[in-house]
């Protein structure tokens, strides 16, 4: 598979093109709501554990907060609760994104 699915964080930028080239090849990439507080303009999934586990194993989570430090400091324990899946954090979190990309 690619490397970058073991990164501990993404970009934006990066989180758009893997997603393109992931999505392209199959596999399931999904921007995770950890703070119940959706990205305008971003396709975002709230964060919940249980229907998670029923996407395909080998699905993408990129779990965001507002600053991207809390999900990036809990990453041990989502790969911990979703083993088989990979676990990314968007660097910069929800403060970060731009609209425009």
């Given at each position: 598979m690619h490397d970058y699915l073991n990164q501990d964080e993404w970009?934006?930028?990066?989180?758009?093109?893997?997603?393109?080239?992931?999505?392209s090849e199959g596999v399931r990439v999904l921007l995770v709501d950890t703070i119940a507080n959706p990205i305008k303009g971003a396709d975002t999934t709230l964060y919940n554990p249980y229907e998670m586990k029923e996407l395909p194993e080998g699905s993408v989570f990129v779990f965001y907060c507002d600053t991207g430090k809390a999900t990036?400091?809990?990453?041990?324990?989502?790969?911990?609760?979703?083993?088989g899946y990979y676990c990314i954090s968007l660097r910069g979190g929800r403060g970060y994104w731009r609209q425009t990309l």
């Open positions: 970009t934006q930028e990066e989180f758009l093109a893997h997603k393109k080239e992931l999505e990036k400091e809990r990453l041990g324990e989502f790969r911990k609760k979703f083993p």
